[in-house]
């Protein structure tokens, strides 16, 4: 079966640097992607990779290892505005997107 | 403001009631899908709509009835729903749901609560 698995919640502390991990099975890939969803708004889009990798945007970073089915989100700088939750989805082959339960991060001053 | 509007943003029916969520996008793509988020489990597909036409029905109850009078709006008809249907529903829209990278991009969602 299709699946995605990512902590369901973390901590860290203001000024730091955390990564959130992903690892999926999925029927073929079309790749993968990171949205962040702020508690009560909706989700909005951060990233996406199908190529192995790092991919920087600022403080948000995404990796990506397709022989590992493995990727991460590296956030920089955590400011308390970072504190949502954050879900990894994987595309199978037939475009459809596989969500995970999402990760809710956690700031602390 | 996202690009994606959604009506109401909450709504508490009765499970003999009738009400219907409302969604538009002005992106401009072609794309329009119903998902419903449940705490601590992950998005849910329901309904996608690709230039109108259905293209994805992921064995819903037919209590919940989509509809798309074209690529800007859909609706989402609900009827003598129950409990456990109470959650978020987010409508998104993409340019081209049968394409690698077709970034979604969801509405803020209606919280329906079913009593």
């Known amino acids: 079966g299709q699946n995605i698995d990512q902590p369901t919640e973390m901590t860290a502390t203001e000024g730091a640097i955390v990564q959130i991990n992903c690892t999926y099975q999925?029927?073929?890939?079309?790749?993968l992607f990171w949205y962040q969803q702020h508690a009560g708004e909706a989700p909005t889009f951060l990233s996406y990779?199908?190529l192995d990798g790092l991919e920087e945007k600022g403080r948000f970073s995404s990796f990506l290892s397709r022989s590992k089915g493995y990727s991460y989100l590296l956030l920089k700088e955590l400011q308390m505005k970072d504190s949502a939750s954050y879900l990894c989805?994987?595309?199978?082959?037939?475009?459809?997107?596989?969500w995970g339960a999402g990760t809710k991060l956690i700031i602390k001053p | 403001e996202t690009g994606v509007t959604q009506t109401p943003r909450h709504l508490v029916m009765g499970m003999t009631n009738k009400k219907s969520l409302k969604c538009e996008q002005h992106?401009?793509?072609?794309?329009m899908y119903w998902y419903k988020q449940s705490a601590k489990k992950p998005l849910e597909l329901m309904f996608v709509?690709?230039?109108?036409?259905?293209?994805e029905n992921n064995s819903v109850p037919s209590r919940f009835s989509p509809e798309c009078p074209n690529s800007s709006h859909l609706f989402l008809h609900l009827h003598t729903l129950q409990p456990e249907d109470s959650a978020l529903y987010l409508c998104?829209?993409?340019?081209?749901?049968?394409?690698?990278?077709?970034?979604?991009?969801f509405g803020e969602g209606s919280w329906l609560t079913v009593v």
């Open positions: 998104a829209s993409s340019q081209d749901p049968g394409a690698g990278g077709n970034t979604i991009y």
């Open positions: 992106l401009g793509h072609n794309a």
């Open positions: 709509y690709n230039f109108k036409e259905q293209t």
């Open positions: 999925t029927s073929g890939f079309n790749g």
């Open positions: 990779n199908v």
């Open positions: 989805a994987g595309m199978d082959s037939n475009y459809q997107l596989i």
